[in-house]
């Protein structure tokens, strides 16, 4: 379409020369229908603008699709490869014979019984440490009164309640007599392991070579056997625990804590261990059980 003021500039000098032939009327209805040839002109070049956006959009649009369209059409053919294989693989699989599927089923089966084992191992040793635990609390309120004289301690799932020669037997390196003081330290260590009847323990007693020998005693080996013995009988008659628990044993000044060349050296070496078991029972029944289980599956 040409444009409609083009006409206008044609017509223009026509009109100025016959204005005067022209009446007012006339030239106003066709100054009106210019402004209105003009204002369609500017609506439809303002359409066209739109169109045009609107077409260059809807081409981008286009071409993002087809390019979705081809990564989809890899995807897709990638997926179907892949349960190619998948397919091949079950075909595979198929072909496995009963006794390879046996053993399979048996590695399964292994796994399963492992993961329980280590489950019984990890509740019984957490039984272990929870008696252990119960024990060192029972001791430390029974025996925190004595300080160093009643060192107590747990090591490697051990616990160790040392006395020394001065709470039991009275700072004399010779004697293996209990008096009633030191009976009532034995008094607190028992009612403690009496509150633990399933507990065993040993009476480990360490002395220091500068024992004067007597009638009744050689040497340390002697001594040490003897304060242990002494021990264990007054925790049986006094304190009415088991025999069945009790292992009474002397080291004489074998190993040493501390260094004999002073006097605290030897004090600290001059002790009386009392060695509370783990509780193990649980732990050997799993580790028998295992190496039974395991002989069995070597045999043929």
Known sequence: MRPTHTYLVVFLPTVVLFNSCVSSGKFKAMETHAQKSDSLYAWTMQTLKT????????????????????????????????????????????TLSSAQAESIKRSLDNIGAKDIYIQQLRAAISHRDSVNLAVVLQLKAALGGYGEDAAIKIEKGTVYVDLSEKLLFNSDSDSYKIDDKAKQVLGRLARVLNDQPDVEFTVLAHTESVV?????????????????????????????????????????????????????????????????????????????????????????
Not at 55 to 82: E, F, P, R, Y
Request: hydrophobic content about 30%.
């Open 212 to 300: 004067h020998p007597q009638e009744v005693l050689v040497d340390d080996w002697d001594l040490s056997v003897k304060r242990s013995t002494s021990v264990i009988r007054i925790l049986q008659t006094d304190f009415s625990i088991s025999p069945l628990r009790m292992t009474a044993a002397g080291r004489s000044e074998y190993p040493g804590m501390a260094p004999t060349d002073t006097p605290e050296g030897r004090a600290a070496n001059r002790r009386t261990r009392v060695v509370i078991h783990p509780q193990l029972d649980p732990l050997l029944r799993l580790l028998e059980h295992k190496q039974d289980e395991t002989v069995a599956g070597s045999l043929p």
């Open 51 to 94: 169109c045009q956006t609107s077409n260059a959009d809807l081409t981008q649009q286009k071409k993002d699709i087809q390019s979705q369209m081809t990564s989809l059409n890899g995807l897709l053919t990638a997926t179907q490869d892949n349960n190619t294989s998948l397919r091949k693989q079950l075909l595979d699989l198929s």
